[in-house]
């Protein structure tokens, strides 16, 4: 591709998003982005953060495939580098300009906007925190202070740090709101030691309403700046400002100063853990409404079953099944999912499978007895699913096929044979069949 194409590909695509977006978004998100560089493999974009990235390929994805089309792996000629804080921010554009004086109070935010309570699916691995959260957002410095919410990777600790900002920044514009990685805390502190402008941090950090801080695990074995956040945080915490921290572990598991842990565990510590399958499911049509995919219910199941340990990776299924549809102008089927989401799928340890297992799961789905399964008849709604179940034992059971044959009531190990050559050949051509020798194999495997 001519790399001079590649860059007024960018500006018809800027053309064409301002057309649909209104001024303010515009000139918060996609103005502050910029071409760097254009090479053969792609275009080089400076961003700001990573939130503009995020928000650029997750609000964008359709529009950007087709100004840019995918190489074979899915990829887009972009590439994204996070260009260092400029002394001249762009200014966050509000709904209507400020007066002047006003002008200090607003804060870049840097609050990623899809992350809010209306997005936050709840369930009970959640819902303790999440209503904590909200108890906060809605009376900073008054209910539960500070906040402290643990959990594993990928569990939404995130997402509920920036609620948290969204829903105060909303209500009081007012209120000077700082969220902050640990990382960008002491990125921040460094620089103002180089400068020796350490007081006007200190200055800046006392000043705040609101103090939400991500990933505190990464104070550990960080003594200087430990004792420097640790002055913050009682600074503010004294003067009653909310503060929010997010970590992997529990206080008490963190190696910090004792005083810092005793004080992160005055207010509330709440965990966050891993949703069971019912929240899956509606978060993957949560995300997946708000990508404008659709994916029929059995499939959203089938996937929520399968990435089960982080809501993460439900998230990239979901937008690589989504990029992967658009591009083929495909819809999401069963086959696509397995295609698509092969090596992201998780299989759970699988129960011991035997024979009367798999019986007892196809006579349920079929609607017949066990009994019947195993007796001689030959009708159709007998016969049809034992073959069914003659494929599945041979699939699943490791075992001699004599053996096997035998526990259908002394069948041959030709006939078992037979079955399944017969039942996976009926499967390539019939979807129905497809759907029930799956939910046959779900049900053994929970
Ligand atoms: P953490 O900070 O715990 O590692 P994040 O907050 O970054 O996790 O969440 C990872 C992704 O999963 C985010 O895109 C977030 O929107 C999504 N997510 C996590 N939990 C939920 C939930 N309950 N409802 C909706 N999305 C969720
Ligand atoms: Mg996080």
Redesign the pocket.
């Known amino acids: 591709m001519l790399t001079l194409n590649l860059e007024s590909l960018w500006s018809e695509f800027l053309d064409f998003v301002k057309t649909k977006q209104s001024i303010v978004e515009y000139t918060n998100w996609l103005a502050p982005i910029r071409i760097l560089k254009s090479t053969e493999k792609g275009l080089v974009l400076g961003v700001p953060n990573i939130f503009v990235q995020e928000y650029l390929l997750e609000n964008y994805a359709k529009e950007l495939a087709n100004f840019f089309p995918p190489d074979n792996s899915g990829n887009l000629p972009l590439f994204f580098i996070i260009e260092e804080a400029q002394d001249e921010k762009p200014e966050v554009v509000e709904e209507a300009p400020l007066p002047v004086q006003e002008r200090d109070t607003v804060f870049e935010l840097r609050l990623?906007r899809?992350?809010t309570f209306e997005?936050?699916?709840?369930?009970p691995s959640?819902q303790f925190v999440?209503s904590a959260a909200i108890g906060v957002a809605m009376r900073p410095g008054k209910t539960y202070n500070p906040l402290f919410i643990h959990?594993?990777?990928?569990?939404?600790?995130?997402?509920?740090?920036?609620s948290i900002g969204h829903f105060i920044h909303q209500n009081n514009k007012k209120l000077k709101i700082q969220c902050i990685t640990t990382e960008g805390f002491i990125n921040d502190l460094v620089e103002h030691l180089k400068s020796k402008s350490i007081d006007q941090m200190k200055r800046f950090y006392r000043s705040l309403d609101v103090l939400l801080v991500?990933?505190i695990q990464f104070l550990q074995g960080r003594q200087n700046f430990e004792e420097e956040f640790s002055q913050t945080f009682e600074a503010l915490i004294n003067q009653g400002k909310q503060i929010v921290i997010?970590s992997?572990k529990p206080p008490s598991q963190l190696r910090l100063s004792e005083r810092l842990t005793a004080r992160m565990e005055w207010g509330l510590v709440a965990n966050?853990g891993v949703?069971d399958l019912e929240?899956r499911v509606?978060?993957v049509q949560?995300?997946a409404d708000k990508k404008g995919l659709k994916i029929p219910n059995p499939i959203a199941f089938f996937i929520a079953e399968h990435v089960f340990s982080?809501?993460?990776q439900?998230?990239g299924a979901i937008n690589r099944l989504g990029a992967y549809c658009r591009m083929c102008g495909m819809d999401i089927t069963q086959e696509v999912v397995e295609k698509t989401l092969s090596e992201m799928l998780q299989f759970v340890p699988k129960k011991r499978i035997t024979v009367d297992s798999i019986l007892k799961s196809v006579a349920s789905m079929f609607n017949v007895r066990v009994n019947d399964l195993k007796s001689t008849s030959r009708t159709k709604e007998i016969a049809f699913p034992r073959q069914v179940a003659m494929y599945l034992a041979k699939e699943l059971i490791n075992d001699s096929l004599v053996k096997l044959a035998s526990s259908f009531g002394g069948k041959t190990h030709s006939t078992l044979i037979h079955s399944w050559t017969k039942i996976k050949k009926q499967m390539e051509n019939d979807e129905k069949l497809r759907r029930q020798i799956i939910m046959t194999k779900q049900n053994l495997e929970i």
Do not use: C
């Not at 990777?153 to 920036?162: A, C, E, F, Q």
């Open positions: 990623n899809n992350y997005d936050f699916i709840e369930g959640n999440k959990g594993g990777v990928g569990l939404g600790k995130t997402h509920l740090l920036h991500d990933d997010t992997d966050i949703p929240t509606a978060i949560h995300k982080n809501v993460r439900l998230e």
